[in-house]
């Protein structure tokens, strides 16, 4: 599974754009990103996956450059209720059921 | 939107005692997962389950712990005598894969968790 390095701790205020970046310089060829938010006391959930160039959903958008060795998970007009951490996965699936290993994410913190 | 839900939402016991936490797993998915969270700390893998066996398992879960798929909707996770340090966040997960073995996304959806506090 590629080691992947992201900020532990992030700022921002309401109605801004946050980038955060997740650094995976060991990404291997059938490698996926994820990426997932976490409240406190609430389970992971799934925010956006993609394999290369540009993913957009609802609420976010990943980036992810022509040698995928890193990638931005995009914001849009954060709000308050943005605050939580997020955690970036890279990992392919080869056996029947693959876990997921989660690193310590990136906290981020939204003010008025 | 479906989703997994989780029973109970919090859970107290005895040291020594026996936990089962249940997971009602997207109705659709083949994979299921327990995963668990101590406060403060990171979110640990303890299991992953298939076709009605263990796949993976974590040295964490050890012999005090097992898993079961009792009927077609329920998945649990026993805890025989429980610890202090077994206190945590413990949140059951599923997936369907989308594509063949070696290639295509796996993305699991998270319940909502069962807190257990062993006292």
């Known amino acids: 599974l590629a080691k992947t390095t992201q900020p532990i701790s992030m700022d921002s205020y309401e109605g801004q754009e946050v980038n955060i970046t997740c650094s995976h310089n060991n990404i291997a060829t059938n490698d996926y990103i994820t990426w997932y938010q976490q409240f406190p006391s609430q389970g992971p959930r799934f925010i956006i996956q993609?394999?290369?160039t540009k993913v957009t959903n609802e609420v976010a958008s990943l980036f992810i450059p022509a040698d995928r060795k890193s990638s931005t998970l995009s914001l849009p007009r954060v709000s308050l209720s943005d605050t939580a951490v997020y955690y970036c996965?890279?990992?392919?699936?080869?056996?029947?059921?693959?876990?997921?290993?989660f690193g310590s994410g990136t906290r981020l913190s939204i003010r008025p | 939107e479906p989703e997994v839900t989780q029973t109970p939402s919090h859970q107290v016991t005895q040291m020594g005692q026996e936990v089962i936490l249940r997971c009602v797993p997207i109705?659709?998915?083949?994979?299921f997962y327990w995963y668990r969270q101590i406060l403060g700390q990171k979110v640990e893998f303890l299991v992953s389950?298939?076709?009605?066996?263990?796949?993976?398992k974590s040295e964490i879960f050890d012999d005090q712990f097992s898993v079961e798929r009792p009927d077609g909707s329920n998945f649990t996770l026993k805890i025989r005598s429980t610890k202090l340090e077994d206190s945590a966040m413990y949140f059951c997960a599923s997936s369907v894969r989308t594509s063949n073995q070696n290639d295509g996304t796996d993305t699991q959806y998270f319940g909502p968790g069962t807190r257990l506090t062993v006292l």
């Open positions: 109705s659709n998915h083949l994979y």
């Open positions: 389950f298939y076709n009605n066996e263990i796949s993976e």
């Open positions: 996965l890279v990992g392919g699936f080869y056996s029947s059921a693959s876990k997921i290993i």
């Open positions: 993609g394999y290369k």
